[in-house]
């Protein structure tokens, strides 16, 4: 009998049913009863987490979920305030003549919509499809209450524009409350009123390369992160205890400041009239009617993101060097490699999980950076993050905004995919 | 055994120290020389100065002073990479992120050798190692036993004349150990390469060793191959470090032919063999547990009392009181006529006088 065909025999003396399952002492088959022994303990396992689930659920996916993904594609802000014209814009087919049954329609709402103090927000869900209807609606809105059939000569007598099928056009995307509009948007491309898909204007075209821009930075921080810290996490690693500690202590130090405190530091150092630029001034390198600019542009977000992220990219590798035994680099050299093939052909590859975790939690917090863009950035160090934050504070677009910010969490998830194939998250270790 | 005097000095420690902070010795004027082929074992306590002897050999560590010599050529400052010793590390320091072959072959890798004649001597050394089907596995995923074959492989695959060994069993089981000491021994033998081997085990030391240099508080308390270490220690330190022994103070009456006439316990003479005890004062006398005889016409004769009986199948472990030691061990073998032992009795207790050697009172 080999050792296999041992295990799993049956063991002698123990009962079992006419299939061979093993049977408990009180006749149950085992497998059943180790399933309810095991049922307590995976009760009370769940109960342990149960707070954090219900926390994570309440503030982090339902949030993404339904407000992010969901605003993105749903706008009913035109559908709850202009019921009549709603219902017949929807079977519009988008390209013939509008109906004297839909302008009545139109008058009834915009009349209604005045009436409750609703227009300026509907005006403003039109004018997001089409410019300049804002005015248009919130004009024929006014003089709504008095319109005399025909309507729709009505409303061309009060703006010509209404003779526009373009008008009417927008008004059938507003009415859409599920809509792929804000998403087509968000990657530069216009959902039309008949169901397809166009190129936005050249010159409207802007998150597309606000995205590239964003990968790019966040890619450049992350670069200039391993670059800086890895020779820093070696110093750390290998000192004496002692003095390895201060440094720890110097690298977190800029976590008890303020995340502002330092963006504006960069300010002092970097600006025209900064430190930098008087010292490079004084040793003769530019003069003085030729300072650099180094701040409010690419270089500013690049050099402060740099900095405040940092710390991220120490850590995580200085834990991993710690475990490396020194015995390793050692055991090379005794079998003959130099200190350069030793620390590239061994040391090195046992650093690589600790500098993947620090680039992808360097590179996603890059991407999601919006104070220190916003503060250093000027006009093209500006990210996608304040794109997102200007819709939602100033143009009020949320849809935009969400659709915005789901794409930016997708673009994430698709990178963390592709770490993970070329990767692997198990080689992952923060620490 | 060095098998001739001409090549005893393959590696030479000559007038060694090592100092960590300028303060203390670890290692105290060490001179040693070991010959080509031979298996030397550094055996002692830890903290004792043979790991720091080891990593000087090996370049990891400096010489503060003194020289040490490779094949007549002095090594103080060539770094460990061109020393070409092959070094076998405690915890096996294999490469996790590259296969057993990968292991192997790099010492071959950064020698710049072919890939034709590398990939023939990994394969013949993982033969060596009766690993010939896990080249293309992790080190993860080997057992201890087999990491163990895998760095012995890789210490040896470039063919170095010296390999050094710390302490490379010490994560094994007992039994893996002891089957890993035999197959180190053959290895050593089929390649007649130069070992040194660091350990604090003396049942690993005395089962391999040509000769063991015992070391503590950094000074070799002696060189000698394991019979003569076992047999006839120097002082005593070396013989309560190895193997069992009963010890007994005493006063050295007088000393004449080299044999030392000794008063222990409350006024018993005794007879000891004089080694490293003085002409007179405090000494120690060192006799093995297998060496007592308990018989009445014993030379040496002295009362014990019987206190505790270990039975151990092939032998009986008693420990007695004599000359008011409580803790004098006395193997009995377990034949068939073997002495009659009760506990609370009082029975003859002896030995030769070859067998007791006075030592040093320490």
Redesign the interface.
Known sequence: MTDASYQTAPLPGAPSDASGALLAADGTPLKQRLRQAMKVSRRRAFLLVAPLLVFILASFVVPIVALLLYQGAYNDTYEARMPASTALLQQWDGVSEPTEEMAAAMVADLAAARESKEIGKVASRVNQELSGTRSLMTKTARRAAKMEPPYLAALIDRDKDWADIETWGAMKLASTSLTPAFYANAIDMKYMPDGSFEDQEEQRQIYVSLFVRTLLVSGGVMIACIFLGFPVAYLIAHLPARKANLLIILVLLPFWTSLLVRTTAWIAMLQSQGVLNDMLVFLGVTSDDSRFSLIYNMTGTVVAMTHILLPFMILPIYSVMKAI?P??V??????????W??FW??YF??TIPGIGAGGLLVFILAIGYYITPALVGGSDGQLISNAIAYHMQRSLNYSLAAALGGILLLGVLVLYWLYDRIVGIDNMKLG | MAEAEGSNDFVVFDQVQKSYDGETLVVKNLNLAIGKGEFLTMLGPSGSGKTTCLMMLAGFETATHGEIRLDGNSINNIPPHKRGIGMVFQNYALFPHMTVGENLAFPLQVRKMSKAVTKEKVAKALDMVQMGEFGDRRPTQLSGGQQQRLALARALVFEPELVLMDEPLGALDKQLREHMQYEIKHIHEQLGVTVVYVTHDQSEALTMSDRIAVFDDGIIQQLAPPAVLYEKPDNAFVASFIGENNKLRGRINGVSDGVASVTIGEGANVQALAVNCGESGETMLSIRPERVILAADAPNRLDGKVMELIYLGDHIRCRMSVAGDDAFIVKVPNSSDHAALNVGETCPVGWVTEDCRALDAA
Request: zero cysteines; a positive charge; glycine letters at 6%.
């Open positions: 035994p015995s390793h050692r055991a090379a050299k005794s079998l003959g490699a130099t200190d093939t030793a052909r061994v590859p046992a």
